[in-house]
Every structure is written in structure tokens, then in C-alpha cells.
């Protein structure tokens, strides 16, 4: 590999060394291994790669992202499928017979209708797309069951990434439930309970002082000098950002085959966001939905908001910056997809927002006192945010309108743990209960 991408530095120079996998042409694929991909298309110049560990074009330096040669599908073939991401192997780069690996079976999470919130932002038709239901209790699960099936095809050794917590909490559970061996690197100061959902299952937990971008420049580094490593999110992240398009796949099934007018998105490397509206566009071309507008909104933290910052600004380029806030799975200061998230919110008449710490933690409690879901803080920014982009106006209250809610709240408990606890100590005794005022 002559080029190194990671989600902080698209364009970089590799690291001295061995590259972590075997190169394309150094190996042969079983047929179908990456089921209807048809190569690697730079997202830049649209310069075509061979698939394999390639992650950025060798003419621009430009990301590269998986291109296919789709069958024709139907919603019934589909709908037939297993309740997971794999209803949706023929649109994946994973071969026919994934469901015979061994893989956490993510996805077909809830799409839960949100009347009490809707009312509450004063919004006509909201759903909450509840991902915080999957194996590890994020979206993350997602991406690595497809980077897993990559890893496997390239004959990886050890699976393996840098993270904000989400993702390693997802690879260490992947990597156990296929018997391959893992290594996660995460900031030190992680949340605790992240760091632990890690920690039992794998061994290898690499806490490192300083910030995710700089646990991501030394992930990448190890990645070209270890051999025979797959780094989800650096060396295979073409087959790893796909599974975020799943998502997107799911909302339109579950909303009857049909595309929400809105869809408020967090962003952290922005991936997430890019890989729901090309799922938006593919089932489009694939008849699959009737084609119609519609409108993507992105979602981020203010101690770490450089996405929102550039759109608000009228800006091309992402202005980096240090991470300073509780939505540490957003805290990503140099996200690698930051310039295409402002090329889709306006492209499709959206927006990013950001709202701070404190409108954070009341996201998370307006999302679980009006529907019971408790989300981390990535989602309470989320619902922060559609607060107020409605109050600001420009997000239409009577659209359709879907959010996502990327992780579990069980995570993150330091970030309200001050804000709530009992109403009242009291002895037990009746009077002491009536003293309180609750009833």
C-alpha cells in the first residue's frame, strides 16, 4: 500500500513497513467474496481499485468506497430474509453464505413511533430509530459485521480499531463471537463503562493518553507496520462504512417501502450520515422506493462541532479541532467524511446543528421521559439538535421525520448520573410518603 487513510488524515503517507494485509494482487479471493461489489471507486476523482485493503486512490489520494453490480432484488426476496443486516446481503460487500459465519447478527432494530416526543417538539409524524437494541447496544455492530466478513476474506490475523468506545465495544464482541483474535485502543479518559463493555471480551484494551484523533494516528501507524492486521475503520474501512447503509435500508422497509421526508443524524467521522443517503439513492435506483426529495440533517456536540461550524459558515473545508465535551463518541475533531456531510445537508436542503453539554443531557432526558428510551450522548445531542433546528425553523414540523439513536444510555451514566436520583429519602411509613407531595 502506498497510501495511508484514517478517519483523521485522508491523503496521508503510509508509515514505514509491512502493510497490515496482503495486497489484492498477492492473493486470491474465493468467487463471491465480496458477493455483487464490483471494485473500489475513488469518491474524488472516481478512479477504480481492485477490491481488497485498499483505502485510498492511488492518483488523488481520495477515499476510496465500494462500487457494485446489484441484481435485480425484490421487496419480497428481501423481506424473506433473516431479521438482521443480512436481509440485505445481494446490496453488501459480503459474500452469499454470510449467515454460516459466525457474526453477532445485528440489525432489523425497532422503528418506534414518537408520539409523546413529537408533541413535546410540536412535530406531526416522528419515529425513532432505536439502535441501541443491538448486540453491543450501538450501530457499530453494524459496520464491523461487514468488516469482519472482509477481514475474514483477507486473511486477517488479528481484528482490530481505534475508538471512541462504541466501535470497540462492537470489534471485541465480534472478534470473540468468530474466534479471531482482537485488539481495541481507545482515549484513556473513555467512560468507564465503556471501557468495561470492552474489557470482557478481550484481554487486549489499549487505553491511550490523549484524544481520538491521536489513538487514531497510532492505530494507523500500527496498521502499516503489523502484518497480517485488519483495522476496521482504517485498512478495511470501505467494506466496514457500509454497514451504516443498513440503516437507511431499514427506516425505508419499516416505514413501508416508502423514504421519511427528514432524518436527523449524528456525526462524529460523518460516515454514518454519508452512508444512509446513498442507501437513500440506491433503493431509489433499484425501484425498490418511489423516488422523492428529502432532507438529512446532521447532528453534533459544540465542544467538538467542526462540521457544523464550516456549514454554518458557508465553508468547503473542515477546520479541525479538540475535542472538549460529555458526547465522546462524537468527539472526533478531524472527521474524514466532515466535507461530504456538508455536501449532502445541502444537497438535500438540510442542515447541521450543534447544541452544548447542558441541552445534550437534557436531550438524553426529554428522549427517556417521553418514550422511554434511554439514550447515550450521541442521541441526546441528536434530539437536542431536532429541538432546534425546529425552533429555529428549518426543519418543517409537519414532514415525516425519523432520528436516530445510535447507542445505549447505560453507557454514558455520568452524564446525567448528577442530573437525576430520588425524589425524596424517606422511613417507611405512609405519613413520610404523603410528606413527600408525590401523591
Known amino acids: 500500500m502506498s497510501a495511508l487513510v484514517t478517519e483523521t488524515d485522508l491523503g496521508s503517507s503510509a508509515p514505514h513497513g509491512a502493510p497490515a494485509l496482503p495486497e489484492a494482487n498477492d492473493r486470491s479471493f474465493r468467487e463471491g467474496a465480496f458477493g455483487h461489489a464490483r471494485t473500489l471507486s475513488c469518491r474524488e476523482c472516481g478512479h477504480e481499485v481492485e477490491l481488497g485493503p485498499h483505502y485510498a486512490c492511488p492518483e488523488c489520494f481520495g477515499p476510496l468506497e465500494v462500487a457494485y453490480d446489484f441484481p435485480v432484488v425484490t421487496r419480497a426476496e428481501i423481506e424473506a430474509g433473516p431479521r438482521n443486516i443480512w436481509r440485505y446481503q445481494a446490496l453488501l460487500p459480503v459474500p452469499a453464505d454470510i449467515t454460516e459465519s459466525p457474526n453477532t447478527e445485528p440489525g432489523f ?62 470489534v471485541a464482541a465480534a472478534g470473540a463471537r468468530a474466534g479471531i483474535k482482537t485488539v481495541v485502543f481507545i482515549p484513556s479518559n473513555l467512560e468507564r463503562p465503556k471501557q468495561v463493555n470492552s474489557a470482557v471480551y478481550t484481554e487486549n484494551l489499549v487505553a491511550v493518553n490523549g484524544t481520538y484523533d491521536d489513538v487514531n494516528r497510532l492505530a494507523s501507524e500500527i496498521a502499516g507496520e503489523q502484518e497480517g492486521w485488519a483495522f476496521v475503520n482504517v485498512n478495511v474501512r470501505p467494506f466496514y462504512a457500509e454497514g451504516s447503509k443498513t440503516l437507511g435500508y431499514e427506516i425505508a422497509e419499516q416505514l413501508g417501502w416508502r423514504l421519511p421526508d427528514q432524518v436527523v443524524i449524528p456525526v462524529a467521522s460523518g460516515s454514518q450520515l454519508t452512508k444512509v443517503d446513498k442507501a437513500f439513492r440506491e433503493l431509489i435506483e433499484l425501484g425498490l422506493v418511489d423516488d422523492k426529495p428529502y432532507r438529512i440533517f446532521g ?49 438535500t436542503g438540510g442542515a447541521v446543528e ?66 437525576v436520583g430520588p425524589a425524596a429519602t424517606i422511613d417507611p411509613s405512609y405519613a413520610a410518603f404523603t410528606a413527600t407531595g408525590i401523591a
Open 354 to 419: 450543534d447544541v452544548d453539554d447542558t441541552q445534550v443531557r437534557e436531550g438524553i432526558l426529554l428522549l427517556a421521559r417521553t418514550e422511554g428510551i434511554f439514550t447515550e450522548t450521541a442521541g441526546g445531542t441528536t434530539v437536542a439538535c431536532l429541538r432546534k433546528l425546529v425552533e429555529t425553523g428549518r426543519l418543517d414540523p409537519t414532514a415525516e421525520t425519523v432520528v436516530i439513536n445510535t447507542g445505549m444510555g447505560l453507557k454514558t451514566l455520568d452524564a446525567v448520573g448528577d442530573s
Open 109 to 170: 432494530t425497532r422503528l418506534l413511533r414518537a408520539d409523546n416526543l413529537a408533541r413535546e417538539l410540536g412535530l406531526d409524524r416522528l419515529w425513532v430509530k432505536d439502535d441501541s437494541t443491538n448486540p453491543t447496544n450501538s450501530f457499530k455492530d453494524r459496520v464491523v459485521a461487514c468488516a469482519l466478513s472482509a477481514a475474514r476474506e483477507l486473511g486477517a490475523k488479528v481484528f482490530a480499531c481505534p475508538s471512541t468506545g462504541n466501535l470497540a465495544n462492537a
Open 299 to 347: 447532528a453534533q456536540a459544540t465542544g467538538c462541532s467542526p462540521v457544523a461550524a464550516a456549514f454554518k459558515a458557508g465553508n468547503d473545508a473542515i477546520r479541525p479541532v479538540r475535542p472538549d465535551t460529555i458526547a465522546k463518541s462524537l468527539a472526533i475533531g478531524n472527521p474524514a467524511d466532515g466535507i461530504y456531510v456538508l455536501d449532502i445537508c445541502r444537497r
